[in-house]
Structure formats: structure tokens, C-alpha cells
């Protein structure tokens, strides 16, 4: 893992503090912030925002579940992945703590390479939630400006004269069918489902049209086609 992540360890145990720190510290990827309980850790947290939180169950005044409740009702926290430590091997406190919004449950005593495992498994997962949800918005922010685009051009009609393309362009029927649904503002995702493809495909056809169109963006190629009819 390139990039340095910071961890929240909260333990009422001084040995469990020190020995999972010493070890998630060794290879230098890991930060690990420690807290001796909840009260201790909420302090913590209103300095730093996690990437994973590594709690006891079995604490004094606020246990666990009860942390684990305030972090999921808190919008700055609700994202954070949390590992749930204790000494119950209950699959019913499993169970609770899985319903309570726990993401792995790692019963004591446990081995420190299970633990960086599971840590570093949860790290990814969240940067590859996060990527894509970046890459969504991004695409229907695009979409948005392709619908936009179509109704200013289409309240321009009545003064906008369109033009034959100055060059000619053979598109097959499937890229033409790709540029009819790019221009109706769909992304990748819903292009591939509409056509029964893969997103792949969907990507390969629509670099296709940006090679044909001489452009580089969705944008400037539905402004393209629209203005040399080469979709409605």
C-alpha cells in the first residue's frame, strides 16, 4: 500500500494499545492514533478524521456498541470502516456488532497479521467506493451538461441554421447508436445495458467517435453531432 492511512485504536488495555500500534507502525504505511476509551478517542476525532477505526467492545462507561452508535449518527463518521475487538466469541455479539454497522470482528486473542490484513483489505475497498463515486458524479455531471447543451441548441433552432459536416463521416451502426445515446445524455454504464454490451465496448466506441469527430470530450461531441446532424 502506497499511500499512508492514519488508524484509530481505541483499548482499555495499555498492552493491546502498544503491541497493535507497534506492529501497524512497522512498515511505515500505517499512522496509528491511540485511545484509551470512547470519550478519549470522540476527543481524537474531533482533531482527526480516520480512515479505519480499530475499537474494544468490552470498555468502561461507553462500550463499544455505543461508540460505534455516536460514530454512525455523526455524517463526518458514518463512512468510516470499523473493526470491532473483544474478548466475546459469542455469535450473537458478532451478530450485534454487525447490526450496530461494525465492518469485521476480530475476537481476542488474535493474531496482528489477521489484523493488518483485514485493515488493509478495508482501506482499498473504501479508496475503490470513493474512486467510483468520484468517476459517477463526474459522469453525470457530463451528463448534465449534454442535456443542457441540447436545450439551449434546440431553443436556438429557429436561428440556428445547421450546417453540413465539412468532412465526411462514416460511423458504423453501432457507433451511431453509441452517439445517439451519448447525445441523449446516458453514461457508459446505462449505454452498455441499453445495448446489451460491456462497458468496455461502450468505452472503446465512444473513443471511436473522438477519434471520427476530432474532439475530446462528451460535450464537444454531441455539440459536434447536433451541429452537423449527425444525431437529433
Not at 461494525?102 to 467506493?129: G, H, M, Q, S, W
Amino acid at each position: 500500500m502506497s499511500d499512508s492511512a492514519t488508524i484509530l485504536l481505541v483499548d482499555d488495555e495499555p498492552s493491546v494499545r502498544e503491541s497493535v500500534q507497534a506492529y501497524l507502525e512497522y512498515s511505515g504505511d500505517l499512522t496509528v492514533k491511540v485511545a484509551s476509551n470512547a470519550t478519549d478517542a470522540w476527543r481524537i476525532l474531533e482533531k482527526i478524521t480516520p480512515d479505519v477505526i480499530i475499537s474494544d467492545i468490552m470498555m468502561p462507561e461507553v462500550d463499544g456498541y455505543q461508540f460505534l452508535e455516536k460514530l454512525r449518527d455523526d455524517p463526518r463518521f458514518q463512512g468510516i470502516p470499523v473493526i470491532f475487538l473483544t474478548a466475546r466469541g459469542m455469535t450473537s455479539d458478532r451478530i450485534k456488532g454487525y447490526n450496530s454497522g461494525c465492518d469485521a470482528y476480530l475476537p481476542k486473542p488474535f493474531d496482528p497479521e489477521e489484523l493488518e490484513a483485514i485493515v488493509k483489505n478495508l482501506l482499498e475497498r473504501r479508496k475503490t467506493n470513493e474512486k467510483t463515486a468520484t468517476d459517477s458524479a463526474k459522469l453525470e455531471e457530463i451528463a448534465q451538461e449534454i442535456r443542457e447543451l441540447k436545450q439551449q441548441l434546440g431553443q436556438q433552432q429557429n436561428t440556428l441554421t445547421t450546417t453540413p459536416s465539412p468532412i465526411k463521416i462514416d460511423l458504423t451502426p453501432r457507433e451511431q447508436s453509441v452517439l445517439d445515446l451519448v447525445a441523449e445524455g446516458l453514461m457508459n454504464k446505462e449505454i452498455a445495458a441499453r445495448l446489451e454490451t460491456s462497458v468496455r465496448n461502450v468505452e472503446k466506441y465512444v473513443s471511436r467517435l473522438f477519434s471520427k469527430t476530432g474532439t475530446n470530450s462528451r460535450t464537444e461531441l454531441v455539440r459536434f453531432a447536433l451541429k452537423h446532424g449527425l444525431t437529433e
